[in-house]
Nanobody, 116 residues
Framework: VQLQASGGGLVQPGGSLRLSCEAS????????MGWHRQAPGKQRELVAA???????HYEDSVKGRFIISRDNAEKTVYLEMNSLKPEDTAVYYC???????????WGKGTLVTVSS
């Protein structure tokens, strides 16, 4: 499975961005998809995930601001980010996992910078 993330960029505080991650190879429907981020000097952390059954999960600091969704026909997972804060600045990584099959894949990151 190959994952291609896009949509990062520079945005002012309070602004919005939408990240996309398109998958190729594998059967996308059966993967849980996630967005993780890594800020400078910090460990990578899970931001949001969506199960194969479309159940979302959010890290506390992004609840109410970020929305994760998936389009199985397009083999794409999205992360809509609203009310962005400087502390959201990080490289965002897409992840695909089928834990019960021992499958875990990562895409290259896309940089999100929130700054005035």
């Amino acid at each position: 499975v190959q994952l291609q993330a896009s949509g990062g960029g520079l945005v002012q505080p309070g602004g919005s961005l939408r990240l996309s991650c398109e998958a190729s190879g594998g059967d996308f429907r059966f993967f849980a998809m996630g967005w993780h981020r890594q800020a400078p000097g910090k460990q990578r952390e899970l931001v949001a995930a969506i199960s194969s059954g479309f159940e979302p999960h959010y890290e506390d600091s992004v609840k109410g601001r970020f929305i994760i969704s998936r389009d199985n026909a397009e083999k794409t997972v999205y992360l809509e980010m609203n009310s962005l804060k400087p502390e959201d600045t990080a490289v965002y990584y897409c992840n695909a996992e089928r834990a019960n099959h021992g499958m875990n894949y990562w895409g290259k990151g896309t940089l999100v910078t929130v700054s005035s």
